[in-house]
């Protein structure tokens, strides 16, 4: 099946600092989406993203597809952003990588 | 909308006891997945339903796991007899299609003492 691999496995911050979160994937796929789980478990959706870039707010994300992998920008970092981040990219079926874990602290 | 819905949040069971998760689609949504989240294995699919058809059950572990979508609008998971490394989380999610952007829920978090 598809290989998902995410860098770092975890990442500590100070708040305000900028950071970028990456995965790589071994096959095309049709759908790649970002999520954050929070320490209360909840999977939170941030981008869909099967290619190019979008941005919400402090957070952005580019998809190269070509070249199978994505990455996650998150500026000016906040204590509320720590937590898990999965990517998961759809070949058939949704494959999660293992996840960055981001703590931020004050 | 109110997202998908799951039920119950927690789960305590006595091992060999039967076990029922409960989940709600997004209205108007396809496609429905179960997942089991753990700590030595991450998120990984269980099955995968396309209209209320299974369509892969590759991931459920063994004859211990059942699931079934009923309707359009409500799927269960059942695991009999229950075990203690069946502990996790346990999401649902859907999504328009199988290849459109997929909601979870909540999860059950189980403990099988």
């Known amino acids: 099946g598809i290989q998902v691999e995410q860098s770092p496995p975890d990442l500590i911050l100070q708040e305000g600092a900028n950071s970028t979160l990456r995965c790589n994937f071994s096959d095309s796929v049709n759908n790649l989406q970002w999520f954050h789980q929070n320490p209360w478990g909840q999977l939170i959706n941030l981008f869909y993203?099967?290619?190019g870039t979008k941005q919400n707010g402090r957070l952005s994300a580019t998809t190269v597809a070509t070249e199978r992998y994505s990455l996650l920008y998150i500026s000016s970092s906040q204590t509320t952003d720590s937590g898990v981040y999965f990517c998961?990219?759809?070949?058939?079926?949704?494959?999660f990588g293992k996840g960055t874990m981001l703590l931020v602290s004050p | 909308d109110a997202g998908v819905i799951q039920s119950p949040r927690h789960e305590v069971t006595e091992m060999g006891q039967e076990v029922t998760l409960r989940c709600k689609p997004i209205?108007?949504?396809?496609?429905l997945f179960w997942y089991r989240q753990t700590m030595m294995r991450g998120l990984e699919l269980l099955i995968y339903f396309n209209n209320n058809v299974p369509i892969d059950d590759s991931g459920m572990p063994e004859d211990r796991f059942s699931a079934k979508m009923p309707n359009a609008s409500f799927s269960t998971l059942k695991i009999q007899p229950s075990e203690p490394r069946d502990s996790a989380v346990y999401f649902c999610a859907s999504s328009r299609t199988g290849n459109t952007e997929a909601f979870f829920g909540q999860g059950t978090r189980l403990t099988v003492v």
């Open positions: 993203i099967p290619s």
């Open positions: 209205s108007g949504h396809n496609s």
């Open positions: 998961a990219v759809e070949y058939s079926t949704l494959t």
